[in-house]
């Protein structure tokens, strides 16, 4: 081994980082237990629970409340760079308090680990435990961290952590945070880009390319000039089924095959699973290109009613029903006109006794859409999709970002990159 190098009992680590326990870095403390007698009371005031922490993320939207003494808000009073983690559920889950709320406290599911001195930089901190509990699954066996779902602070006091000097703790802290934040501001374009489709489909349904006259219809207003039809006037429809799991040739083939959880994207061009034709013939039924594919059974219908285009020849199983546009109709606008409609489709949703979700094949049929010429359908589709297609590259960028954050994150915290040689501004 190197000289430069010590071996410990979390790995192999430079001689100038020291190992030791996480609360020689960190004076920890638990919150509030939650409880109906502990929330009556005239100083009701917000604090976080397990479900607001994410890794390196606070969720806010929903804070709850409840009684603390005054003696318990000096206690239990975030301060800026304090740490909050995850005593439950999702073990070790660790976030920084960057004083978000006023007078914001804490439950006692979640432990707050403030800094001692100027042994550890705060956010350092958190990557620290990011690499610890969710990459590197170092703490893994460590009595009740996984063998029950709890961290006690005991058990969290005694968790060994590398701990580099600190100007190297507050470099790798700032290039991860740069990563960080790229990220964000991938996930902030994403999220503007799909309300931009929502509102850009509603105009372009509603309103259609040109601010045309409306008239009132069944489904709503649409553009004076378009047709309002039902789809068995402009569509033919195929079912599917599931070849026999008993036969594993059948599953080994390369015609794709599409069920309920495969229907996230907008356009599918491949699935999970592939069967035979063999299997094709025995036990489903190819959908040509082009087809519209909709769930018709499924616990997802009580939240949504999930549609896809198929970009290739696919088969699908018994949950889902094949919309196969006639010549009046394009495809990519038979798929935006059900996004758009997806609301009055989810509402003919019906459950069984055994509280099955289902959606009828006449019911399917007998959906009615707006239709305009098919010039239109195509300017119309070319918009939207115009939209998908910046979603989808930002959707990638964030990707690799996430990827390339994972990566440093490991090579950082092992030592396998060096930066401490580094000038950059932290």
């Known amino acids: 081994m190197?000289?430069?190098?010590q071996q410990t009992e979390i790995g192999e680590f430079p001689s100038?980082?020291?190992?030791?326990?996480?609360?020689?870095?960190?004076?920890?403390?638990?919150?509030?237990?939650?409880?109906?007698?502990?929330?009556?009371?005239?100083?009701?005031?917000?604090?976080?629970?397990?479900?607001?922490?994410?890794?390196?993320?606070l969720e806010l939207t929903d804070l709850d409340e409840m009684h603390f003494s005054e003696a318990e808000q000096t206690r239990l009073e975030l301060q800026a760079n304090d740490l909050l983690v995850c005593e439950g559920g999702s073990i070790g889950r660790t976030a920084l308090w960057n004083n978000e709320v006023d007078g914001c406290l804490y439950q006692n599911h979640l432990h707050r680990l403030r800094a001692k001195g100027d042994k550890v930089h705060p956010q350092f901190g958190v990557y620290w435990l990011w690499y610890a509990f969710d990459v590197a699954n170092l703490y893994f066996g460590r009595g009740n961290v996984t063998t029950i779902p709890n961290l006690s602070q005991s058990k969290l006091a005694e968790l060994p952590m590398a701990l580099p000097p600190l100007p190297e703790q507050k470099k790798i802290a700032h290039i991860l945070s740069t990563v960080q934040r790229a990220i964000e501001a991938?996930?902030?374009?994403?999220?503007?880009?799909?309300?931009?489709?929502?509102?850009?489909?509603?105009?372009?349904?509603?309103?259609?390319?040109?601010?045309?006259?409306?008239?009132?219809?069944?489904?709503?207003?649409?553009?004076?000039?378009?047709?309002?039809?039902?789809?068995?006037?402009?569509?033919?429809?195929?079912?599917?089924?599931?070849?026999?799991?008993?036969?594993?040739?059948?599953?080994?083939?390369?015609?794709?095959?599409?069920?309920?959880?495969?229907?996230?994207?907008?356009?599918?061009?491949d699935v999970e699973d592939h069967i035979s034709?063999?299997?094709?013939e025995s036990g489903s039924k190819l959908a040509p290109a082009g087809s519209v594919f909709v769930v018709v059974?499924?616990?997802?219908?009580?939240?949504?009613v999930p549609v896809a285009l198929a970009e290739i020849p696919?088969?699908?199983n018994q949950d889902m029903k094949a919309i196969v546009p006639g010549p009046k109709l394009r495809s990519d606008f038979l798929?935006?006109?059900?996004?758009?409609?997806?609301?009055?489709?989810?509402?003919?949703?019906?459950?069984?006794?055994?509280?099955?979700?289902?959606?009828?094949?006449?019911?399917?049929?007998?959906?009615?859409?707006?239709?305009?010429?098919?010039?239109?359908?195509?300017e119309i589709a070319s918009a939207i999709q115009n939209l998908e297609r910046k979603k989808e590259l930002h959707e990638e960028k964030r990707m690799q970002l996430q990827d390339l954050f994972r990566t440093l994150l490991h090579e950082l915290m092992t030592a396998k990159i060096r930066i401490h040689e580094l000038e950059m501004p932290c």
């Not at 190197?2 to 190098?5: D, M, Q, R, V, Y």
């Not at 034709?277 to 094709?280: I, V």
Request: proline share 6%.
């Open 2 to 5: 190197s000289a430069e190098l």
């Open 16 to 57: 100038a980082w020291s190992i030791d326990r996480v609360d020689s870095a960190f004076d920890i403390q638990q919150g509030k237990q939650v409880s109906k007698r502990n929330r009556d009371g005239e100083h009701q005031r917000p604090f976080l629970r397990t479900k607001n922490v994410f890794w390196n993320r």
């Open 186 to 269: 991938q996930e902030r374009i994403i999220q503007t880009t799909t309300e931009l489709k929502k509102t850009l489909m509603h105009k372009l349904f509603t309103e259609g390319l040109r601010n045309e006259p409306q008239k009132q219809t069944e489904i709503g207003p649409v553009p004076e000039s378009w047709e309002v039809v039902p789809l068995s006037d402009v569509c033919r429809f195929q079912s599917g089924g599931t070849p026999s799991k008993k036969n594993p040739e059948f599953w080994e083939g390369t015609i794709p095959w599409v069920s309920p959880k495969d229907m996230k994207r907008p356009r599918l061009a």
């Open 277 to 280: 034709q063999e299997a094709l």
């Open 297 to 304: 059974r499924g616990m997802i219908l009580a939240k949504t």
């Open 314 to 316: 696919m088969a699908i």
């Open 335 to 378: 798929l935006y006109a059900l996004e758009a409609l997806r609301g009055n489709l989810f509402k003919k949703v019906g459950r069984s006794g055994h509280g099955t979700c289902t959606l009828m094949g006449h019911e399917v049929a007998a959906f009615k859409i707006s239709l305009p010429d098919l010039a239109k359908q195509v």
